[in-house]
């Protein structure tokens, strides 16, 4: 089993940058593959990033290809979004999440989940 901890969300200006971390314990993170997921009050849970277990494969949704990295660094056990030229629809709660076995968008497919860190983005 493996724990997962978020960090870096907060409040920033449309068009600025934030860069999440995901933080795993308990387990190596190469393990795994892992995906962003994130969800806006009144909202299902969406798919935003995806990486396979040691970086080679990476899928983005449409609405945040262009402007988001996901990578990740497995010596430090340690996931990444990158996200720049942020939009007021990006303000979600973002969730990183691991899957032993193969690269899924599907959150149901994902068997261990942060607690999730909340993104605020201003006009």
């Known amino acids: 089993q493996v724990q997962l901890v978020e960090s870096g969300g907060g409040l920033v200006q449309a068009g600025g940058s934030l860069r999440l971390s995901c933080a795993a314990s308990?387990?190596?993170?190469?393990?795994?593959?892992m995906g962003w997921f994130r969800q806006a009050p009144g909202k299902e849970r969406e798919f935003v990033a995806r990486?396979?277990?040691?970086?080679?494969?990476?899928v983005y949704a449409d609405s945040v290809k262009g402007r988001f990295t996901i990578s990740r660094d497995n010596a430090k056990n340690t996931l990444y979004l990158q996200m720049n030229s942020l939009k007021p629809e990006d303000t979600a709660v973002y969730y990183c999440?691991?899957?032993?076995?193969?690269?899924?968008?599907?959150?149901?497919?994902?068997?261990?989940w942060g607690q999730g860190t909340q993104v605020t983005v201003s006009s």
């Open positions: 990486i396979s277990r040691f970086g080679g494969s990476t």
């Open positions: 999440a691991a899957r032993e076995f193969g690269a899924t968008a599907d959150p149901r497919d994902y068997d261990y």
């Open positions: 308990g387990r190596t993170l190469s393990n795994y593959n």
